[in-house]
Nanobody, 125 residues
Framework: QVQLVDSGGGLVQAGDSLRLSCAVL????????MGWFRQAPPGKEREFVA?????????DYADSVKGRFTMSRDNVKNMVYLQMNSLKPEDTAIYYC?????????????????WGQGTQVTVSS
């Protein structure tokens, strides 16, 4: 079994930075990719933010966060991170880390079979 525990959210002002963390617990071998998604408001479809291929660390980003967010991984500690700089009010959402369970598109929620519990990020103007 795999469990994801994400953390690091909070209330910040526009222009500030936050770093989200996600611990990957349990059976971690054969991790294909990890992703970050966000959802705002609750009930809306989850939006792709970033993804990283576990083997070589290659990353993909949504256009809305390119140049501001950086995803990284520590494959010794089984952690992934999302460094978020120059935050904007429209970045306000619940952020979820996810672990891919197939070789599908890394930007699609259906590619991911494991999800963290979510961490709230609120950016005030």
């Amino acid at each position: 079994q795999v469990q994801l525990v994400d953390s690091g959210g909070g209330l910040v002002q526009a222009g500030d930075s936050l770093r989200l963390s996600c611990a990957v617990l349990g059976r971690t071998i054969n991790t294909l990719a990890m992703g970050w998604f966000r959802q705002a408001p609750p009930g809306k479809e989850r939006e792709f933010v970033a993804a990283i291929r576990w083997s070589d660390g290659s990353t993909d980003y949504a256009d809305s966060v390119k140049g501001r967010f950086t995803m990284s991984r520590d494959n010794v500690k089984n952690m992934v991170y999302l460094q978020m700089n120059s935050l904007k009010p429209e970045d306000t959402a619940i952020y979820y880390c996810a672990r891919a369970s197939s070789f599908g598109l890394r930007s699609q929620p259906s590619t991911y079979g494991y999800w963290g519990q979510g961490t709230q990020v609120t950016v005030s103007s």
